[in-house]
């Protein structure tokens, strides 16, 4: 027999158990005393450094560092892209690789502990064809297609409609519910067909590809109640968004997902290249353009401090070849030091981490031996023009970082606090954790020997007067000397078979290193296409024919090699072993091979006999 006691208990327990299924099933935005580090796992034009086939196989060194990997947008841009004016969603051959290396790759930094966060870029869509179409795709038997209705009424600021009545299409009635960007068609997300698109796009880079949560793009640019709408129906297990904005903003941003999406800290970022750049390091302990960074000690921010994404240099920020940005100027390793002893969720840049892997490697390791997390506490020790001190407790003890120009006139008082990491302008102590029981990952040295290519231009079929060379990619070091567009006008010339050839040399530093053009000529116009990934010396012909507005290149190298081979391929006056390589390599079309004159000449005598060249020849 039923009691009206037991029923009520009974009615109870199904309510709790309904309100607890909802609590868990909420998407989390990111882990709360989060210990982990990420890595920015690109840069601007990384078309080499990024490829999936080049970050899998550093998988064992990002290990001992990182826990995250933020990739770029990994979808079919259709052409060379960094992924920001995404295509196609469920074909996933990019810029970067295809889909079997993407695969690949994941599930690799997955066996070593690494998830990899996907660049999720849904407020814009690039079309087809025309202002308005965009591509069928089908994925699990459903077929997914946006409209020109999936379009926001007031997009482009009304050209798109101007357009779409002129010729025969319709827009959604909805206006855009965030900030407008007339670079693609900006999607409107109250539209259910954008919604169910999303999703399933969303689902298929979590479950399908392996992805372990998502970086989105340009948050700003629609209501944060569909990020949170996103979330929840794909459950990430990390979210961070860029709501490039004011620290109010971006806190507003947050709750408007209802804290299912962390967000970069911008105003961190800005307090570090403010006190960097100005050279005054009070910078660090008082407010920047009247906003505290989220991880600030500040106690208004400190609700938010699970919430932050930090970080002190991006692909929007850094110094590009096409454009100067806002970069950091200085101080690099500094920077990483002070990040690395914070609050928040780290990120750290490629290119930083090329630069100072060791250093960061060790920083981290500190970092996390002392377990500091995304909410640990932090108080600020010292702060005047020269240097700036703050300590961070973890879990198992407490860091003490300095950063400034003269960090290390900064001694604690105290006893408790061991030195364990010092270098340019910073200085690490830890109190709590014995210094011996800190792991300190090695790396092997690179064992690559830079050498120089050289770059041929003609234009006489375009009838040229002066040839501009605009240079990057690669390692970054690539960029012109006159870093405004055209870039730099050639002035070296060289002549092969009665032809004018503009000149210049560069040096190919990594094995990922590679140097990408655009030639000009005049102010920067005309020019031709973009030439891309150039590790060899090259002779390139401007022709006549063109792509849109912009001419065609030949590659005629085949063609003039053989004419400027010299007989000594080293110039050190003497023909040997290395020669020999380098004209074997000229023969073959490939990249000069750089072997030790004493590897290769078994005599060791730098005179080529048969036995040599046998030798030669033997290690192609």
Same mark, same amino acid.
């Given at each position: ?44 034009? *990384? ?47 990019? $810029? ?73 299409? *319709? ?128 106690? @208004? *921010? ?106 290390? *006139? ?66 970054? $070091? ?64 401007? @022709? ?77």
């Amino acid at each position: 027999m039923r009691t009206k006691t037991s029923n009520i208990v009974k009615v109870l327990t199904v309510l709790f158990t309904f309100h607890l299924s909802l609590f868990t099933s909420t998407a989390q935005g990111w882990p709360q005393d989060y210990g982990g580090v990420m890595l920015q796992g690109f840069f601007w034009d *990384s078309f080499n450094d990024t490829q999936w086939t080049r970050l899998e196989k550093q998988a064992d060194d990002l290990a001992t560092t990182f826990d995250l990997v933020w990739i770029p947008q990994s979808g079919n841009c259709s052409g060379a892209s960094m992924g920001y004016d995404d295509q196609y969603w469920f074909n996933q051959n990019s $810029s970067f690789g295809t889909e079997a290396e993407l695969r690949s790759m994941i599930n690799t930094f997955k066996a070593k502990g690494i998830g990899t966060i996907a660049d999720v870029v849904i407020n814009h869509r690039k079309n087809i064809s025309n202002w308005v179409d965009f591509p069928k795709e089908t994925y699990k038997g459903v077929t997914y297609e946006m409209t020109s209705t999936d379009i926001c009424a007031n997009d482009d600021g009304g050209a798109t409609k101007i357009w779409a009545r002129q010729n025969g299409y *319709s827009l959604s009635s909805n206006n855009d519910t965030g900030t407008g960007w007339d670079g693609m068609r900006d999607l409107d997300h109250m539209s259910e067909n954008v919604q169910n698109c999303v999703k399933a796009y969303l689902k298929f880079l979590l479950e399908d590809l392996g992805y372990v949560g998502f970086r989105y793009d340009m948050v700003k640019g629609y209501s944060a109640s569909y990020t949170m709408m996103y979330n929840e129906d794909s459950k990430p297990q990390f979210s961070v968004g860029e709501c490039w904005d004011s620290s109010n903003t971006i806190k507003n941003w947050i709750d408007g997902t209802g804290k299912t999406s962390a967000a970069f800290d911008f105003q961190f970022r800005y307090t570090v290249r403010n006190a960097i750049n100005n050279g005054d390091w009070t910078y660090l302990s008082k407010q920047n353009e009247g906003n505290w960074p989220l991880v600030s000690n500040n106690i @208004s *921010s400190g609700a938010y401090r699970q919430y932050a994404v930090t970080f002190v240099e991006n692909h929007d920020t850094e110094k590009r070849a096409n454009s100067y940005q806002d970069p950091i100027k200085q101080d690099t390793l500094a920077a990483n030091a002070y990040l690395l002893a914070m609050h928040g969720t780290p990120c750290v840049f490629l290119t930083h981490w090329k630069a100072y892997k060791q250093e960061i490697a060790n920083m981290v390791a500190v970092r996390k031996a002392v377990g500091i997390t995304n909410t640990s506490a932090v108080e600020n020790m010292a702060s005047n023009k020269d240097y700036y001190a703050v300590q961070t407790t973890g879990k198992n003890g407490k860091l003490l970082c300095i950063v400034g120009t003269k960090a290390e *006139s900064y001694q604690p008082t105290s006893t408790e606090w061991k030195k364990v990491l010092s270098g340019y302008k910073f200085v690490y102590y830890v109190s709590g954790i014995e210094p011996e029981s800190i792991v300190f990952p090695t790396f092997m040295p690179s064992t690559f020997e830079k050498y120089d290519i050289t770059v041929h231009v003609n234009a006489d079929k375009v009838g040229w007067s002066t040839v501009n060379f605009w240079t990057w990619g690669g390692d970054g $070091s690539h960029a012109p000397k006159n870093d405004r567009w055209p870039g730099d006008k050639i002035t070296t010339t060289t002549e092969v078979d009665g032809k004018k050839w503009y000149t210049q040399t560069y040096t190919i530093n990594e094995d990922y290193d590679a140097v990408s053009f655009v030639f000009s000529t005049g102010s920067g116009s005309p020019q031709t296409v973009d030439v891309t990934n150039i590790t060899t010396d090259k002779f390139f012909e401007v @022709s006549t024919s063109k792509e849109g507005d912009k001419y065609q290149v030949i590659d005629v190298t085949s063609q003039y090699q053989s004419d400027i081979l010299p007989g000594d391929a080293n110039s050190d006056g003497k023909v040997d072993a290395n020669d020999i390589v380098a004209i074997i390599n000229y023969m073959m079309g490939n990249a000069p091979a750089r072997f030790n004159a004493e590897a290769a000449d078994k005599n060791g005598d730098s005179i080529i006999n048969i036995a040599d060249i046998i030798a030669l020849f033997a290690m192609f």
